[in-house]
């Protein structure tokens, strides 16, 4: 599943999969990544659980198909493997409350919270039987600007505004993910283009063009954060 929407993606449609920059992040790397933020809470921010505190929150601002938070649950049940039931405890009173994500695309939103229920499965933990969702995941577009006078009137606008206010106002301790390469960005929204000024006023450079593409825009996004 983690590279079949992506291989399909640039087959049937490649214009849109350029445009998006969408492309699927190997496990190895992403465990590379998160083993990098554990060594990291830990070395420098004092955290004992390093990735696992339970005070950590993290958000991924372009989850593609989750590969992050999956491969989480795969961290987490190594460091647990000696007890299952402390596995569906981290999973139940930490991972769901702790773990935001953001995707623009909907078939990949789609396919990735299959993804972590196929994932929880696999490890024995219950899905069916959840009164709330397996973690905080929105359809959503990070880099967007809140339309100006903007009337909610279905269940998809109050969402789009929880993640809007999730976006300007919640804190979080790790910002992690693999945003999406695109030099010819679409991402075009006043909100974010303001902040990309502190990254090109007082440059000399001729072109500053790569300064725009949609990875630059995450870092940018990460740092305002």
Do not use: C
Not at 28 to 41: A, T
Not at 144 to 158: L, N, P
Not at 189 to 206: A, P, R
């Amino acid at each position: 599943m983690t590279s079949f929407y992506s291989n399909f993606l640039w087959e049937f449609n490649p214009e849109m999969a350029k445009k998006r920059g969408v492309i699927s992040t190997p496990h190895e790397v992403v465990d590379y990544i998160l083993n990098g933020i554990d060594f990291l809470l830990k070395k420098l921010f004092k955290r004992k659980m390093g990735i696992l505190d339970a005070e950590i929150t993290f958000l991924d601002p372009a989850s593609g198909l989750m590969n992050f938070p999956a491969r989480l649950v795969h961290f987490a049940s190594t460091k647990y493997q000696d007890s299952h039931g402390k596995l569906v405890r981290w999973f139940e009173t930490e991972f769901r409350k702790n773990i935001f994500t953001f995707e623009v695309l909907v078939s990949p939103y789609l396919l990735g919270y299959l993804r972590m229920v196929i994932t929880a499965k696999n490890f024995g933990i219950e899905t069916s039987n959840a009164t709330k969702p397996l973690l905080n995941s929105f359809l959503f577009n990070t880099l967007t600007g809140r339309a100006k006078g903007s009337v909610k009137s279905s269940y998809y606008d109050y969402e789009l505004e929880r993640a809007f206010n999730i976006r300007d106002h919640q804190n979080f301790t790790v910002i992690m993910g693999n945003p999406p390469y695109s030099v010819s960005t679409q991402n075009k929204s006043d909100w974010i283009n303001e902040k990309m000024m502190d990254y090109k006023d007082g440059l000399l450079e001729k072109n500053i063009q790569p300064l725009s593409d949609d990875y630059v825009k995450f870092i940018r996004f990460a740092q305002w954060k």
